[in-house]
């Protein structure tokens, strides 16, 4: 359902089943899939600077939490989530199951891969790469200019799987390598390796990742992180991961959406 | 008076000189106490995830300030005051006199004491437990994953009058004693005894709270913050903090609320 | 053009041109220069506290972008741009050309000179004294009370020219330099020079900014960066800095607005 209060441009293109919530604006070049809902006080489509950027695509299955500001220019794939307020610029292009928590800001001319996460008040600059499932935490920032202010913009890459914690800064041009965990408060100036953690200011190698044991009382290893954390993500995957491990838990299995 | 532009449900139920501003939504189960004022394009009452989480409860004489976003399941004491663009997820309950600056983001099932007072821009993690007269400042963030992401939830405590600094973290578990300081840009990954500084990353022991001094040019002690620091808290507490230091100070007492 | 859901004072004082989006409400004692755009979802001249506050002021050709909530009692210069969800409180004064990022959060009673940019997420605490061309990266908050909580304030100086990048903290009554540069993730608890870059927590001198070298493969000195970065900026003071470099690259004037 369309709330009689949301202005809704004739021209944008909206799947069957889209609902739109109170006081939202949504302008011409905008298209929903199917079931999508979005919520009150948003604006969807917001023109971009100069030069056309094209549409703002959002995939079926999605859901844009209020007073959200998407500009058009930005293609998202099935299955995106939002919190509050998230605020995303032109130029992105992410794959399915994005979830971006409250008050994420999401600067533009990034690629996202699938089934990433980023938690409240996550601020990924301008020409970021991130892999696939990757979880990023709240108040991480993602820069890109190695000396500011420049004209020169070296975007962070992060590898599938990555975890970077809590209020940690990644410097402009720095690759997390896959499964690598930053560890929270740190700062990250130069490359980390895959599978290891890194923490400090400058952030330097603590351990492998999986030497942390998850203090749930098993004493199994914590990472790979998709040993044991399953919550929502598709069951193909899961099993492959299951496999991976050699895990026979179903309670992992069940986790997942199916 | 409820402006004619807010949605609100006939379900809800506003107590005597409750006023709603424009474009603000109240769902069914909200019940706001008498003299309640809640500003522009605020959403109150949005519906929680699966399973009932019962009725958001906001105490008489409170004040919201707008865009700010309440789901339904929480309960706050009266005289609650916001800044804008609050969120506060369900399942929290909330002593009197609450403050929640601008842009916190309170993520729910949280236990929160009276008269604690957030800045700006906090982040107060599921299964966090604040006493009472806390004190926490700008962009800090309450955990509580020990090795993110997981099914594993250990939430912080903070003591009573404790004070956190802007942009610290308090990592999984920890817990802040009664009247600590955590200085500013700090990561607290270990417990902090009753009356006494940390800062750093990892916050270390500086000293002990009342080596601190004012520096409002009298050489008295900065803390217990209490003895010269009372601006709207009620007359009956501020009266017993004065008995317990012995101060005269007039001006101290004349500055609470009575 | 008003839109006809914008809830204007017939009092508020709009010059020629000034177009107001949906949902915006502005409040009875504001000017808005001519040619003022004022996105969705605003609140401009929200009532301050008790004292009247006076007027708030935009300059002509200012831009508000969405959700952005602005207290009456504060002057902006023209060409005021911000981003989404932007806060300003009572007693600020800002010369022309000031840009504000989404989510930044300007506590009231500043001073901001000319052609002052915070980028996203900015938290400029009360009594802050920022100059002319000063720079302002993601997440930095500038701090004001040196034992928190106390009825001390000790604004923050920042110099003409200086950067403080992401994610730092500049605490209570220290003064950086002008053209100074803190490093990302830095607290400063001391004066910075002029000209000099400072890191870490606690941030310490690490060397003069001129020995820092463009990563454009130019192998020039990064700053002062008006040396090399001018987009925006008025032509008439990026054809002094030329001068003052003794440049001759037009293609550095011709990145400034004319």
Redesign the interface.
């Known amino acids: 359902m369309i709330h009689p ?1 949301a ?1 809704v441009s004739p021209r944008a293109r909206l799947g069957r089943n889209v609902s739109v919530g ?2 939202t ?1 949504i302008h011409d070049d905008v298209e929903i899939g199917a079931n999508g809902q979005v ?3 948003c ?1 969807l489509g ?1 023109p971009a600077g100069a030069g056309g950027a094209g549409p703002l695509v959002i995939g079926a299955d999605s859901t844009i939490r ?2 959200s ?1 998407f500009y058009q220019g930005s293609t998202f794939g099935e299955g995106l989530v939002t ?3 998230v ?1 995303v610029r032109e130029g992105t292009q992410a794959g399915k199951g994005l979830q971006i928590g ?2 994420g ?1 999401i ?1 533009g001319s990034c690629v996202i891969g699938e089934y990433v ?1 980023f938690h ?2 996550v ?1 990924i600059g301008k020409h970021s790469r991130v892999g696939d499932y990757v ?1 990023i ?3 991480v ?1 993602l ?1 890109n200019d ?7 913009q ?1 975007g962070v890459t992060v590898g599938d799987f990555a ?1 970077i ?3 940690s ?1 990644v ?1 402009p041009g720095v690759e997390i390598g896959r499964g690598a965990l930053v560890g ?2 740190s ?1 990250v100036n130069r490359c980390v390796d895959a599978d290891t953690v890194v923490v ?2 400058p952030a330097r190698f603590v351990c492998r990742t999986d030497e ?1 044991k ?3 009382g098993s004493g199994s290893p ?2 790979p ?1 998709r040993r ?2 399953t ?1 929502g993500y598709p069951a193909e995957a899961v099993q492959q991961w299951l496999a991976e491990f050699g895990t026979s838990d179903s309670s992992v299995l069940a986790a997942a959406v199916v």
Do not use: C
Not at 146 to 152: G, I, Q, R
């Open positions: 209060t202005l109170p006081y604006i919520g009150s006080h604006e917001h209020s007073h500001v919190g509050h307020r605020t409250t008050l800001d600067q996460r409240s008040n601020h979880w935490f709240p108040y920032v820069t190695p000396h500011p202010p420049s004209e020169v070296m975890a914690a809590t209020m800064i410097l929270a408060h700062s400090g200011t942390i998850l203090k749930d914590a990472y992180w044991h954390f919550r």
